[in-house]
């Protein structure tokens, strides 16, 4: 840690001569005010739209000439800076993240530029009903949580957004002790220490942000339906509930149950072979409860796209499917082979530096411990058909849920009821 209290994550990588940089703020769209919706996402993406001293042409040049690239990115509790350079090139690099988080410019034209663009998506995204079906589903679920909101807010919220809202939401959170920085490739950690010091050292440390609380979301009573009607061929249906944290210790349970019950890339599991494969009521089908979970509560969902007329059967086929791995054992071939794919596939999340360095993020802010790579196997291998049960008992309901479909308005279905 340096003395400003920046966190340090360092590890060496000698592999190949690069080096990754991962820059995070403990802050993002859970800290927006309800009528400023998007301000992180938008202060988070002008980080790179010019600084005090570079414009953004200035700064795509210098990382573009050695080959490098630098981006920023912004989710429901953090935002960051990335890059990636080769090693010779690290000094550049590290100049550059560290003028873009402590020096933005927050031009009028690049503030401009921005909600233009911020609006131009959130209307292309309207006229996709999965995502407003997705969108739909998160109001229902978490109600006046923050999580309820699109992390680059609402049309009328951008429309609203000005200089000093995205200056006063900066110079609130980007403080050094707000903040956690994660180096990995080529390069020694003595010396890398030196570096960072000379660029991060003299940044001013903030009033340090407690933690904010926040109303806790409660899982719904009942079933709360909602139909949007949506000019498109196929129907979107979103089914679920409120989930759990990432530190709920039924989590590497419910893991196993995901890919069991919902499935996984290289893992055919009960809905998809049931819905798609058998009955070939969708494309696309999927289930999981454990993938969304973070230091708020995830969610549990279970999305299908298929034709209007059959929305009726591919709920029925969720709510099956659901209470079927409430109340019986997953067999012990189903079991196997879920951590074997659960094990086999962890190893991936580990090829390059860029996501070694978001593990150290992750590692840190959730208390993993960093050799948790050693140890999740063991956490996937001690699970059992018993405890699968008993945690899709305890954490899956098929009498308390959301559920919204998008369709077109001859979509068939005798289970929505609207609420308000």
């Not at 993240?97 to 921005?114: W, Y």
């Not at 006063?168 to 490739?185: Q, R, S, W």
């Not at 969708?282 to 230091?295: K, L, P, R, V």
């Amino acid at each position: 840690m340096l003395r400003n209290g920046l966190r340090l994550l360092l590890v060496e990588n000698h592999t190949t001569p690069t080096v990754s940089v991962n820059l995070t703020v403990l802050a993002g769209s859970c800290d927006d005010a309800e009528d400023l919706a998007g301000t992180a996402m938008m202060a988070s993406r002008l980080l790179e739209e010019g600084t005090q001293s570079r414009s953004a042409l200035e700064i795509a040049d210098a990382i573009e000439s050695v080959g490098g690239a630098i981006g920023t990115d912004c989710s429901f509790d953090r935002f960051s800076v990335c890059l990636g350079v080769l090693t010779k090139d690290i000094d550049l690099g590290l100049g550059l993240v560290g003028d873009l988080i402590r020096n933005p410019a927050f031009s009028t034209d690049s503030i401009g530029n921005e909600r233009d663009r911020t609006l131009a998506e959130i209307q292309s995204a309207m006229d996709r009903p999965q995502v407003v079906a997705g969108w739909e589903f998160n109001e229902l679920v978490y109600g006046r949580h923050p999580l309820h909101r699109p992390v680059h807010g609402y049309a009328e919220t951008i429309a609203g957004l000005r200089r000093e809202h995205l200056t006063a939401f900066h110079g609130k959170y980007a403080a050094p002790d707000n903040a956690v920085l994660a180096v990995t490739g080529d390069f020694s950690v003595d010396e890398m220490k030196d570096r960072l010091e000379s660029v991060f050292g003299s940044w001013e440390p903030g009033s340090r942000v407690p933690n904010r609380p926040r109303l806790r979301p409660e899982r719904t009573a009942g079933v709360r339906s909602r139909f949007v009607g949506q000019d498109s061929q196929q129907a979107h249906v979103y089914l679920g509930h409120l989930g759990i944290e990432r530190a709920h210790p039924d989590f590497y349970t419910l893991q196993v149950m995901d890919a069991i019950l919902g499935g996984s890339a290289g893992l055919t599991a009960r809905i998809p072979r049931r819905l798609r494969d058998e009955q070939g009521l969708a494309y696309t089908t999927f289930a999981s409860i454990t993938s969304s979970a973070g230091h708020d509560p995830g969610k549990f969902l279970a999305y299908i796209g298929t034709s209007p007329e059959n929305v009726d059967s591919a709920i029925d086929g969720f709510i099956s499917e659901i209470e079927e791995v409430r109340s019986a054992p997953v067999s012990a071939q189903e079991l196997a082979d879920a951590k074997a794919y659960l094990t086999g596939s962890f190893v991936f999340a580990f090829e390059t530096n860029a996501q070694i360095a978001r593990f150290l993020i992750n590692a840190e802010l959730f208390g993993l411990g960093f050799d948790y790579p050693d140890k999740y196997p063991t956490y996937i291998g001690s699970v059992t058909a018993d405890a699968v049960l008993e945690a899709a008992a305890s954490h899956l309901s098929t009498e308390d849920y959301v559920l919204v479909v998008a369709g077109p308005e001859s979509t068939v279905s005798g289970r929505i009821h609207p609420v308000d």
